[in-house]
């Protein structure tokens, strides 16, 4: 319980931070405006219909519905995670950052289409009622912001199919739910590589076979 009370904190303060910046960001910036906070980060505000860092795939309903099932099995991944391998604290709170992460931008996905105005760049979006906002359920926009251009050069006009063209590292804007995932991932691979070689599929599916056979006795 007390793992379980570690991840249930971490995805509410990731979920809270995340949702404050992009409200902030979508009630006091205009599409596209940009703030400089240091010549090599920027506070843009974008939005995309994609998944993380921008990328696009698929159609953006199917999108959503599998972030949802995602997050789903998710969550039931860390409970038997921890009940059923005593799992450990760090890797209890990594797969948390990531499942905040998900549930970050799935929040943008259901309800932004339906409590704002379209943003646009002429004036900052603003609250409206439930359900008149921009889009329909499931085709909110997630809101971007963090924008960190380290290296702005231009190719050498010598470089086939790239010279002369203007090259900026790191050029994807990403969110705050972004970073969380990303962080996440990079920590399971640099500490949990053998919690994630034990994994056992189908030991999760008979365990949850097991509960269900229980529940219905």
């Known amino acids: 319980m007390k793992k379980g009370t570690l991840a249930a904190v971490i995805v509410v303060f990731i979920l809270v931070v995340d949702q404050l910046i992009k409200i902030w960001v979508k009630t006091h910036m205009m599409l596209h405006e940009s703030i400089e906070i240091t010549p090599w980060f920027y506070i843009l505000f974008i939005e995309n219909n994609g998944m993380a860092f921008g990328m696009q795939l698929g159609s953006k309903v199917l999108l959503s519905l599998f972030r949802l099932f995602a997050i789903g099995g998710l969550i039931y991944f860390i409970w038997w995670e921890i009940k059923r391998r005593n799992a450990r604290w760090g890797y209890v709170a990594t797969l948390a950052m990531i499942l905040a992460g998900a549930a970050g931008n799935l929040i943008d996905c259901l309800f932004y289409g339906q ?68 962080v996440g991932v990079v920590l399971l691979i640099l500490f949990y590589r053998k919690e994630i070689s034990s994994l056992s599929f189908s030991e999760m599916k008979k365990s949850g076979k097991n509960e269900a056979e229980k529940s219905s006795e």
Do not use: Q, R
């Not at 359900?131 to 359920?137: N, S, V």
């Not at 912001?145 to 994807?172: D, R």
């Open 115 to 182: 409590i704002f105005s379209a943003s646009s760049s002429f004036y900052t979006s603003y609250f409206v009622p439930f359900g008149e906002g921009y889009a329909p359920l499931l085709f909110g926009k997630v809101v971007d912001m963090f924008y960190f251009p380290i290296i702005e050069t231009t190719w050498p006009a010598w470089m086939p199919f790239v010279g002369g063209e203007e090259f900026v590292f790191f050029s994807p804007v990403f969110n705050f739910a972004d970073a969380s995932i990303s």
